[in-house]
């Protein structure tokens, strides 16, 4: 049965891929803030932002979704790929993250993921720039 999770997971790659790969999708960049290891000269830990390429498919709310409170006029959905660009697991977004896509940065509002039996096909994120 997990056969079809991977083929599914794989169809979606293949869709989000960017265009000139074959797919729907654009390049995108998932920047991640963690903290660093600690300096003793700063007296604390530094703050490092680690950043992914990715791909990704934009989407816009429909209008009766927009409720001006969770879902805002400008927010837009990301349909966003499994893998890196370079083949490999794409870490799982999170909101307070922020993606660069299509030369806008936004940060992450909401992430629900597309997960099917403990395999993550994709995730649709809400984007705020």
């Known amino acids: 049965m997990a056969d ?4 599914c997971r ?3 790659v293949r869709m989000l891929a960017p265009r ?9 960049t998932l920047q991640r803030r963690q903290q660093g290891a600690y300096d003793p000269v700063a007296g604390g830990a530094t703050t490092v ?5 990715g791909s990704a498919f934009r989407d816009t709310y429909a209008q009766k979704d927009i409720d001006g409170t969770r879902i805002r006029q400008g927010d837009v959905k990301l349909l966003v ?3 890196k660009l370079d083949g490999t697991e794409l870490p799982v977004p999170t909101t307070q993250d922020q ?3 299509d030369g806008k940065t936004y ?3 909401a992430v629900a993921p597309w997960n099917y039996a403990g395999l993550d096909v994709g ?3 809400q984007a705020r720039a």
């Open 4 to 7: 079809i999770y991977d083929r």
């Open 10 to 12: 794989a169809l979606a």
């Open 20 to 28: 000139d790969r074959g797919g729907k999708g654009a390049e995108m």
């Open 49 to 53: 932002t680690v950043s992914h390429a």
């Open 81 to 83: 790929s499994p893998e």
């Open 99 to 101: 993606v660069i896509f």
């Open 107 to 109: 940060t992450l509002i």
């Open 123 to 125: 995730f649709e994120v």
